[in-house]
């Protein structure tokens, strides 16, 4: 058993730390206040090839594995920003490689890995939540193009060029999956929603009015949507998993700076036993959830399903993250409450990845289902 990554992976962790260290941290408050992303993240993602780890050297991708990508999100998602969802193409490439036609390939995975337009997929509706049996989006083939109606909700970056992958009906309790290009006759979106953190996250409703597209743009076989929205959303949980690492160990390292500078009349806090328990209980629970996430995220390259093991990964990961978080803020004292230090918005960054992909509940669902075997 070999637990050491190797001199590639360890080259493309340093190469996306430099990145975050040089591109990210320095705007990430910026991107707070304003509620933006600046407009030239996406062409600098590119220019380091960010935005196809995953993507075949045919279209301008590194043709690295799953783990790679994981070790990538890691890193750039330190600086708890929504910068990270801009890697979205890494995602598209997956889902074209595993169900996607040749033609499919080349019209949209060259502008996506150079940062001209920016994928995303929806599934969510305003009752469809963790019920992927509610979706009532429909689509229709007539005169060899699909017809869509529906409006979808929470759609990342849904208002910003690129190719969609929209789940709809194609039959009674049916589901497809379609390709749609965002910028299409029939589509709008929603002013983005205002969140809690991860402020620049653009999140908006979909509205889809008698959209039409050509049939080849149906991602794998008609009524199979659902087996390719499990395995999109295996890789995805994974992902989140991920993000709660990289919040987590932001969350400690800014208490661990904190408690070296505070100090009382009996010197540093970080000195006292009691805050050195909690970074113990921390670190701990940071480091159980970075290698379950990258043993899952292992066996995910090598081809196996890990739908429950994904579940498992991002139950774990998530409520360590939000515990450490809680902690974190809570070792800075009073000063972890204001806006002066970073912590507040780490934690609030850490909250969101209990509830995308599927909340925690829905994860104990499936883990318990594969523990029972029912
Ligand atoms: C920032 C952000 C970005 C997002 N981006 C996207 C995107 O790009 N594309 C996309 O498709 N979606 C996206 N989402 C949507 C997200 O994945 C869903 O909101 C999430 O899956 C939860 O659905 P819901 O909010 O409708 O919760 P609901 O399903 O309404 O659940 C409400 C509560 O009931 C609980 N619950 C539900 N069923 C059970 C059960 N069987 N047992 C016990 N408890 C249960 C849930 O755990 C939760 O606590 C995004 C969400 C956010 C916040």
Redesign the pocket.
Known sequence: MDFDLTDEQQMFQKLARDFADREIEPVAEQIELEDRIPEDMLAKMARVGLLGVTAPEDYGGLQMGFLTLVLVLEQIHYPCTPCTWLLAGNELAEVLEAAGTREQKDEFLPDVVEGKSLP?????EAA????EDMITTTAKLENGRWILNGT?????F?NVDGPAIIFARTGEKKTSAIIVPKNIEGYTSSKPWG?MG?RG?E?VDTFIRNVSVPEGYLLGEKDGGLDILFKVTAGGRLRQAILSVACGQRALDEAVSYARERTTSRGPISKMQGIRWQFAEMASRIEASRWLTYRMSFLREQGKAVRSESAMAKLFAGQAAEWVASEALKIHGAYGYTTEYKIERVHRAAL?QE????????QK?IVGAAVVQD
Request: glycine share 18%; aromatic share 10%.
């Open positions: 995303g997929g929806v599934f969510t469809t939540g963790s019920y979808k909700r929470f759609h990342t849904g969140l991860l996250l999140t969101a509830l995308i992909e599927g909340t925690n509940e829905i669902s």
